[in-house]
Nanobody
C-alpha cells in the first residue's frame, strides 16, 4: 500500500502560481511512477502531468505544457507540481497518483494505470 497526501492548493488570481506537493508513505517511493490528474466541477478526471521513477522522463497534457512542471524528490518521498501562469480554466481538484513501474523510463498517462490515489487538493483560479 502507498498512502498519498496532497497539499498546496488554494485560491490564486489568474496569472499567479502555486506549487502542489504530494507526500508518499508506505512503500519505496522510487519504485513508483507518479502522475498528477485534475477534475473540474462537472467534468471527468483528466491527465495533467507524469514523471518516471527517477524523474528523468516527464509528460504533460497539451493544456498545461509550458506552464506546469512536475518534479520529484525521492529522498523526501515527494512529487511536486509547479503551476505558473494559472488560468481560470485550471480550476479543479488536483490528485496525485502512483503506479508501480518496472521500467525506469516509464510514465503513464491514463488514470487506469495508477493503483494509488491521494484525496486531492483544491485549486481555484479567479479572473
Amino acid at each position: 500500500q502507498v498512502q498519498l497526501v496532497e497539499s498546496g492548493g488554494g485560491l490564486v488570481q489568474a496569472g499567479g502560481s502555486l506549487r502542489l506537493s504530494c507526500a508518499a508513505s508506505g512503500r519505496t517511493f522510487s519504485n513508483y511512477a507518479m502522475g498528477w490528474f485534475r477534475q473540474a466541477p462537472g467534468k471527468e478526471r483528466e491527465f495533467a502531468a507524469a514523471i518516471s521513477r527517477s524523474g528523468t522522463y516527464t509528460s504533460y497534457a497539451d493544456s498545461v505544457k509550458g506552464r506546469f512542471t512536475i518534479s520529484r524528490d525521492n529522498a523526501k518521498n515527494t512529487v511536486y507540481l509547479q503551476m505558473n501562469s494559472l488560468k481560470p480554466g485550471d480550476t479543479a481538484d488536483y490528485f496525485c497518483a502512483a503506479s508501480p513501474s518496472l521500467g525506469g523510463s516509464s510514465y503513464y498517462l491514463r488514470a487506469s494505470e495508477y493503483d494509488y490515489w491521494g484525496q486531492g487538493t483544491q485549486v481555484t483560479v479567479s479572473s
